[in-house]
């Protein structure tokens, strides 16, 4: 005898639907719904056309358009991915998707300019200018109080770099 899906006949089995397409964790959808585990697993696997997980990627990803919005989708999916991996006791699929969190966190960083990977040049040490200074301090050797005044003013941009502030 054929075993009939209690999620196929449920009277909100569109929501359930959306909740499973949308990466909800399945204890998630079990609490909203009132429906087992596996019966979510085995209509996930069986009756849940496959178009229209397709279909719900590829609008997702049309609605994403832009950079910033499509990899921060892709976080939101793969934390889903982790939250089900933690429920469903799969760990080695949960660190491959923290690992892929991490991925997605370090790109949105980047893409926000809160990770800035520049090499930063620090030109109060640099050669060239430890030399410009040098010059300019002997050209103002016969103007005593001009060499003191530049020599501070110097000083004081050195100190307000050495300490993180502009100057």
């Known amino acids: 005898m054929t075993r009939v ?8 089995h569109t929501e359930i639907d959306r909740a499973l397409l949308g990466g909800a964790a399945y ?7 009132h429906v087992s585990r ?8 069986a ?6 997980a397709q279909a719900q990627e590829a609008e997702d990803m049309a609605d994403a358009d832009s950079l910033l ?8 999916r ?23 969190a991490r991925n997605n966190l370090e790109l949105l960083g980047k893409l926000i300019g809160e990770i800035d990977e520049r090499p930063q040049i620090n030109v109060l040490l640099a050669p060239e200018w430890l030399a410009t200074r040098a010059a300019l301090l002997a050209a103002l050797e016969p103007y005593v ?13 050195e100190e ?3 300490n993180g502030h502009s100057g």
């Open 145 to 157: 109080e001009a060499r003191i005044a530049v020599s501070a003013a110097l000083l004081a941009v």
């Open 38 to 45: 596996y019966a979510l697993m085995r209509h996930k696997a």
């Open 160 to 162: 307000a770099q050495h």
């Open 27 to 33: 204890r998630t959808i079990t609490h909203m719904f």
């Open 5 to 12: 899906c209690t999620v196929c006949l449920h009277r909100r």
């Open 78 to 100: 793969t934390l889903a991915i982790l939250g089900n991996a933690e429920v469903e006791g799969e760990y080695k699929l949960a660190l491959a998707a923290i690992r892929e």
């Open 69 to 76: 919005e499509q990899v921060s989708a892709l976080h939101r």
């Open 47 to 52: 009756h849940l056309p496959r178009w229209l």
